[in-house]
């Protein structure tokens, strides 16, 4: 998914206070400023990536540059002048945040597209040259930004307020020596709760163990002996920075029987995909911890048991050396 979003900005002395832009994620062809803005050059080693096809990800190192073409589409019946530019992005409480003007920060200082702006007829598109320069003296760490397409509304007769649309495609750029750091992830609980219309929503709280911000997706599944439902997919963008958790949400839009059924959960950033299983009881009256499922704790009390045996052999083997040690006779020289 990219990034969209809309302002209302007042003009005139007069005006109303501007109304703050909203990120909104859509699908391309669903923008109401009837423009789009998509990614057209992945690198060969991030071809199987989901997020490479849709964000700029990279790693480079301080005084590498690349080049990468985004395509602007002009969905309207109406001719448009299309703005280009890059604008700060930040990470924060879980969410890829976007100023609501064209703020800039270090990354985007870094980026050079092509051209400013394009003027383009209706069905038209065009691709634009986007070059990243890493400065020789960057440090290290990830950052982030936005590329943006933009159009502005002309202002009605005696009206003192525009509408600004945009849209946009995310960059996550890491800069350091070596290769690239890892991605990682893992889930530490599942929960349920009633969501809207009492329809329960399924939770997953997921603990960034890697180096690079996660963009979580996933689905859930549920089953009860030869009933099942779903796949449900997740339904709240979480961005989770390295070291921080975040709570994925996954809503259950349609009515199930009562009773016990089986969990299960897949969630993905990128190419690492994590399983977590357990059992929910319906209907969800209050906040409750999902139980493990028997598999699930089959599996931990087999993990438990052979590390257990591997501790008692190596307990084994060392009492026993330590026997022969001391039965052994010492041999005296001289």
Known sequence: MLLASVALVAVGASAAPAVAAREQRYEPGDDPAAISLQLLDIPAKRAEDPRARVYIIDHLKPGATISRRVEVRNDSPV????ELYAGAASVEENAFTIP???????LSGWITLKT????????ERQPVAVDIAVPKSASKG???AAIWAQVTSATKPNGNVVQVHRVGVRVYLDIGPGGEPPTDFRIDELGAERG??????????VTNTG???LDMTGRLTLSKGAVQAGPFK????????????????????????AGVWDAQVLLASGLVERKAEGRITLPVAAPMAVAKSP?????????GIVALLVLVALVGWYLARRQRARSTPVRRLG
């Open 100 to 106: 609501d003007d064209r703020t800039g920060n270090e």
């Open 211 to 213: 180096e690079r911000a």
């Open 116 to 123: 400013h702006a394009v003027d383009l007829a209706p069905g």
């Open 295 to 303: 598999r699930a704790v089959w599996l931990a009390y087999a993990v």
């Open 79 to 82: 001719s448009q002048k299309i």
């Open 196 to 205: 809207t219309g009492g329809l329960p929503v399924v939770t997953a709280l």
């Open 234 to 257: 997740v339904t709240n963008g979480v961005t989770i920075l390295p070291g921080q958790n975040g709570m994925v949400r996954i809503e259950v839009n349609q009515s199930l029987p």
């Open 142 to 144: 990830e950052r982030y």
